[in-house]
């Protein structure tokens, strides 16, 4: 029954601002952890930010000081703040949520995010 759907993608111009959304129909605390990952064209989906439970975040590390990943409880939603974008962010943007006991891993449609001129 759960599910992530993500919104927030679009074209922006290179050092543009753009806020990606993410909504749990179960409640976040389900999962151990949450995240984005994405997957260029042609290229193989990679981990772009997480964060725990506790709040403890990752990032890779060609997007730190650049994108800034949060949480709202309230919301039930994990946000994915990127700024100073670069066409090599352009890609489909992936949520993700892992729950380590009883192993589940549910991923949202993906929603695509093209820097460009």
């Known amino acids: 029954q759960e599910q992530l759907v993500e919104s927030g993608g679009g074209l922006v111009q290179p050092g543009g601002s753009l806020r990606l959304s993410c909504v749990a129909s179960g409640s976040i605390f389900t999962f151990n952890a949450t995240g984005w990952y994405r997957q260029a064209a042609g290229k193989q989906r990679e981990l772009v930010a997480a964060?725990?439970?506790?709040?403890?975040?990752n990032y890779a590390d060609s997007v730190k000081g650049r994108f800034i990943i949060s949480r709202d409880n309230a919301k039930n939603t994990v946000y994915l703040q990127m700024s100073s974008l670069k066409p090599a962010d352009t890609a489909v943007y992936y949520c993700?949520?892992?729950?380590?006991?009883?192993?589940?891993?549910?991923w949202g449609q993906g929603t695509l995010v093209t820097v460009s001129l």
């Open positions: 993700n949520a892992v729950r380590y006991r009883g192993y589940l891993e549910v």
């Open positions: 964060i725990t439970s506790g709040g403890n975040t």
